[in-house]
Nanobody, 124 residues
Framework: QVHLVESGGGLVQAGGSLRLSCVASGLPFGVLTMGWFRQAPGKEREFVAGIDWNPGSTDYADSVKGRFTISRANAKNTVALQMDSLKPEDAAVYYC?????????????????WGQGTQVTVSS
């Protein structure tokens, strides 16, 4: 069982930046593919970014490409999401996800483990 704890959400003005972090425990972090999803009220959970465990390849939703950066620090069991140039439409609850598959899936049904979520609010 993998336990994920997110932090770093909050309120930011449009154009600003936030950095989300997720700490994982329960399984060797180095064999987990990690990802971030988000869910706005009334909308389905959507893929934001993912990073696999070998060799650390990344994937991004088109809506965030060039603005968001996912990274992982295996020694700290941590995955981060740096969010720059935030837009009001980025506002949502952001969830950290983990999976033992060796590749990133954009389908949230494919992910095994989830954090509790952290709220990101972007004011216009």
């Amino acid at each position: 069982q993998v336990h994920l704890v997110e932090s770093g959400g909050g309120l930011v003005q449009a154009g600003g930046s936030l950095r989300l972090s997720c700490v994982a425990s329960g399984l060797p972090f180095g064999v987990l593919t990690m990802g971030w999803f988000r869910q706005a009220p009334g909308k389905e959970r959507e893929f934001v970014a993912g990073i696999d465990w070998n060799p650390g390849s990344t994937d991004y939703a088109d809506s965030v490409k060039g603005r968001f950066t996912i990274s992982r620090a295996n020694a700290k069991n941590t995955v981060a999401l740096q969010m720059d140039s935030l837009k009001p439409e980025d506002a949502a609850v952001y969830y950290c996800a983990a999976d033992r598959s060796p590749w990133v899936s954009r389908n949230h049904y494919r992910w095994e483990y989830w954090g509790q979520g952290t709220q990101v609010t972007v004011s216009s």
